[in-house]
């Protein structure tokens, strides 16, 4: 069976499509403005530590049961389930992940779509010589737009849904070859230009300063949800790369690069933002807007800015294709594994991404006062509650699969490195990250 199945060229090529799943709106976007939401520094601390004690841990475990499987998530759990004579409803875990990743994009392409119209706008020269406030109503005004947040949903959603249908996914790994890089340039090219403005200091002390009676409750789950989140940990979509993995290849290294690439980019983009934020006497406590308006403040104000901005807007919206195409993926192979075609798999799970993220669209205007649970919106509950709750849920039982219930030598075989370090990982995994991951999410929902 296994000798079969296509594996990804190299290491460098794995490293390589885990980042390119990683690496997305969550950094650039969503990282800004929760940390924003939650108070900076105490946000950023927490968070880093759960990277390190939960983010890492958990991704070794997810990638670990695809690489022991060597099949699709549903089929992989179920196997190695049976294998050491535990029940095979295991595998639900499977279905589990697919129902998140399909909240998750739902509002993934929403966001996406937005970056399509900002890069348009952007090639059309709009930003240049508008005032922060005129860019900062311009997408106020965009936003109580249905029509054209639901086209360039559906734009997004169509790009990405035609990639998985084609199961070309591969073909992607010679885009993040050169996307990553550039993307990086890009965003250390604006950094170096924030440290040159006033706001670059007060930014630096709120990211970095801690105040610790800011932390809450609430700030722990928000950092804990990112944490998954951005290493798109979870969901089982990481399991299904897995299954891709070089036979040689140590997972503890791959992980742990994977990570350092992952939250780089989101603090380069951070400081760049959050200068901005301070120059311009904004409220770090945005909301989803942040990054669309600070962005194209700082830049309008750059030789060139029309450029660097295209440019910029460009590379994200390749970074998060990559991203969605990775959260597409779980949910076509669940279907292909209960006999569907794939082509039929893409259309049915896209119509109802579709859906979802249409009604979260609207949820900036004609629906935003239709608030079904907890008193949000659509777009507030599809991008809150998968992150915060299911992802770390998610995450956790993957977790206990690995380390307690499947065969504990295919999980020492499938990580790829010293049995010390195997020892290391389950110890790490059985007595912190699960344990924690339950603490926070039970004093969080009770
Ligand atoms: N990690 C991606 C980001 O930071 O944008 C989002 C993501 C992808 C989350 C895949 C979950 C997932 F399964
Ligand atoms: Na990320």
Redesign the pocket.
Known sequence: MSETLERWGSKRAFILAVTG???????IW?FPYIAGENGGAAFLLIYAAFVVLLGVPVMMAEILVGRAGRRGPMQALGALATQAGASRHWRWLGVFGAF??FC?LSF?SVVSGWSIEFLVASVNGNFIQASPAEIGAGFDAFLANPGLLVFNHSLFLFMTMSVVAAGVAKGLERLNNLLMPLLYILLLLLAGYAATTEGFGPALAWLFVPAFDAVTLSVVLHAMGHA????????C??MAYGAYMPEEQSLPKAAATIAVL?ISVALIAGIAIFSVVFAQGMDPAEGPGLMFVTLPIAFSHLPWGAVWLSAFFLLLLLA?WT?AI??AE?MVATLEGLGWKRGMASVAIGSGVWLVGVVAAMSFSVLADFRPLFGRNVFELVSSIP?DIF?PLGGMLIAIFAAWIMPQAAAAEALGSSERMFRLWRLVVRWVSIPLTLVVLLSALL
């Open positions: 799943a990683a690496v997305g709106l969550g950094n969503r998140t990743v998750i993934y998954f989140f951005t290493l798109a940990v979870g969901a979509a990481l992952d998060t991203s990775n959260l779980p992150p992802l």
